[in-house]
């Protein structure tokens, strides 16, 4: 499911402009903006894709941490998810910190 970040409608996965607001669902959806504001911190070393136990093969497969600036990290929802509630995925910061 999108939830759109802009008026916080959920559409489903394939829906990718907000029947409510009219955003495009690719750059402001709440997992797009979180996205971004991972890339964007300078305390986050990587992305972590995150996939529920209960996620399909199609989510599992692409759970993994990836750098920051990669190109590889998926687009989320999934295309191809067969999650029945659409695709749960989220994206999470890798965060290391040193020092005191």
């Known amino acids: ?3 759109c970040a802009v008026c916080h409608k959920h559409s489903d996965d ?3 402009i907000c ?3 009219g955003a495009d669902l690719k750059v402001d959806s709440v997992r797009a903006r979180a996205l971004k504001q991972i890339q964007a911190s300078p305390r986050a ?3 972590f894709v995150v996939a529920p136990a209960q996620a399909c093969p199609t989510c599992r497969s692409t759970q993994g941490t ?3 600036e990669s190109s ?3 687009v989320l929802p999934h295309e191809g998810c067969s999650c029945a ?3 749960v995925c989220r994206y999470e910061p ?3 910190e040193v020092g005191p």
């Open 94 to 96: 890798l965060v290391v």
């Open 19 to 21: 029947p409510r607001c």
């Open 45 to 47: 070393n990587a992305v």
């Open 1 to 3: 499911m999108h939830e």
């Open 72 to 74: 590889l990290i998926p």
């Open 85 to 87: 509630e659409g695709c």
């Open 66 to 68: 990836y750098p920051k």
């Open 14 to 16: 394939h829906i990718s």
